[in-house]
């Protein structure tokens, strides 16, 4: 009995040295990206910018309602990647931002669709796809 264990926990441990013998004679390997172009998608070093699909008069327009609902001053940067959270909204401060651009944009975005609003660029790309499936 107490060969088979000692035989067995050799085999074990003789199982894990290999392993790991294999495992550090990996070497790293660099993959290079070709050149694709991805129109919404540009490449920074170190990280991903995602630009906005939307109309810059869309982005205006909301940058405009996002202010005002906010009472945010003139000077205060405002861009499409501006986070409602990072501009000082609350949850109920960005319902409200949403009723406002139904009202101002006569479209009616579902609750599925405003979870997914967080920037200015969210909003204003969810707002031109309602309003081309709506015809307007």
Sequence with gaps: MYFFSFHLLSLVLDY?????????????VSISM??????????????FQVSCAAKPETVDKVISIVRKQLALPAESPVTGESKF???GA???DTVEIVMSL???????????????IA??????EVIEKLVAENGC
């Design 16 to 28: 894990v040295l290999q392993a790991t013998t294999r495992i550090s004679s990996i070497k790293p």
């Design 34 to 47: 070709q050149t694709k172009s991805f129109p919404s998608l540009r490449m920074q070093p170190r990280r």
């Design 85 to 87: 959270a990072a501009l």
């Design 90 to 92: 609350d949850s109920l």
């Design 102 to 116: 139904e009202e101002a944009f006569g479209i009616t975005v579902e609750e599925e669709n405003a979870q997914t």
């Design 119 to 124: 920037t200015v660029a969210d909003a204003a």
